[in-house]
């Protein structure tokens, strides 16, 4: 009692008020007093020992409460999807640094990324799919872009019927995401347009190229071309109807990262509005009508 009460900085008497308040509150004597001396009985025992993993996890607790201090979240995780990546991973990294104590940013060519999401290997995923089906996953949009049809400009002079430029030009397949693909395929099956001859180039670089020296047509999004180099002059657009636009959203897990999500998708928003007036030097005056950053009042 005396070394307890030492350490504890209070006087026995103290102590043995405490002890006698717990013996009262669950019922049962905690110590056997004898001539002796003092010793646990089986209940002070098994106090003790559910009393040392309690104090245990609250120290985990507090060093975990720790990482919090002065910053928004001691982790975060976050999948970019490849086409916007380059776009958005300055304002990932430079923007939540210094709120983030271990931030981590990849951006993923890799088709699984939603099973790794919904597995928890990452907190936010920003891609081109609308999650909020999923229970307990929410999803906001960020922004849309239409499909454009790139041709060669010579060619663009004489029709801008996608029908016959189909006809007249092999379709350049230049490794889209497969959400893309079938985006461009539903919209030559709703509109009759049929591929005479294609083949696939290996970036869209490439596509470029061929399309600027009249070799073929391609289907794409602006996006894809904001921060490639071609000659204006010799490549023309078509832009296709509105329905065939993709989106790309933020999604995470609900009621979890507090505030982070709706700050990210408000930087990602910047970021975007931020590209797109970049683009008079770069793009046609048709691209500005084929994009759209949402959520911005």
């Known amino acids: ?17 405490s002890i006698a308040r717990l013996e009262r509150d669950f019922g049962v004597a905690l110590l056997e007093r004898s001539s002796h ?33 002065n910053l928004a979240l001691p982790r975060l995780r976050i999948c970019v999807r490849e086409t916007v990546a380059k776009v958005l991973l300055p304002t990932l990294i430079t923007s939540f640094s210094d709120m983030v104590g271990d931030l981590s940013v990849q951006s993923t060519p890799r088709s699984d990324y939603i099973e790794e999401f919904l ?5 936010i995923l920003i891609s081109t799919d609308d999650l909020s089906h999923i229970p307990n996953i929410e999803s906001q949009p ?21 029908a016959e430029i189909a006809q007249r030009l092999t379709f350049l397949s230049n490794g889209v995401p497969a959400q893309l693909l079938a985006l461009t395929k539903r919209y030559f099956d709703e509109n009759d347009v049929v591929i005479s001859r294609s083949t696939d180039c290996l970036s869209t670089g490439a596509t470029l190229d061929l399309v600027a020296q009249g070799f073929g047509w391609a289907v794409i999004t602006p996006l894809s071309l ?3 180099y071609f000659d204006m002059e010799k490549i023309a657009w078509v ?4 329905q065939y636009s993709r989106e790309l959203y933020l999604s ?10 709706n700050d990210l998708a408000r930087e990602c928003r910047r970021a975007f509005v931020a590209e797109i007036a970049t683009w008079h030097r770069r793009l046609p005056p048709e691209a500005f009508d084929a994009v759209e950053v949402l959520g911005v009042n």
Do not use: C
């Open 119 to 123: 597995r928890g290997v990452w907190d």
């Open 37 to 69: 001396g003092i010793r646990l009985t089986p209940a002070g025992a098994a106090l003790r020992r559910h009393a040392s993993i309690l104090l245990e996890v609250g120290e985990e607790m507090l060093e975990t409460l720790d990482g919090y201090r």
């Open 226 to 228: 904001a921060r490639l």
């Open 252 to 261: 995470n897990e609900k009621n979890r990262l507090m505030d982070v999500p």
């Open 1 to 17: 009692m005396k070394a307890a009460a030492v350490r504890l900085g209070v006087s026995p008497a103290a102590i043995s008020q």
């Open 142 to 162: 960020l922004f849309r872009e239409r499909l454009i049809a790139i041709v060669p400009a010579e060619v663009y002079r004489s029709t801008t019927s996608i």
């Open 239 to 242: 832009m296709l109807p509105a």
